[in-house]
């Protein structure tokens, strides 16, 4: 359970950054309702970080939770800010999945 709650978690990530981008496009009244999101997004990421670093090793969780939001943020960019997809990005992408996958096959 507490590895769906830390990919859970690793979502929120991406739902946070991806606020602050859509922030950075907008201005006004829906520019901060975008900074809202960002908060509540924040909130809700850490809470189940939290939660999870309880029962799971603090490294492990930390290290695939940040791995889920980059990895989460730059297909973000890519699909949603028209970011490029070049071969690299889109290769050292694919090592840091085969990283976190890794890691969540050491760990207990």
Partial sequence: MNWILLIIAGLFEVAFASCLGKAKETNGSEMYWWYAGFLVALIISMVLLVKT?????????????????????????????????????????????GSIIGLKSVSH
């Fill in 53 to 97: 670093t309880q029962t799971l090793p603090i490294g492990t969780a930390y290290a695939v939770w940040t791995g889920i939001g980059a990895v989460g943020t730059v297909l973000m960019g890519i699909f949603v800010f028209k970011e490029p997809a070049t071969f690299w990005r889109i290769f050292f992408i694919t090592t840091l999945i």
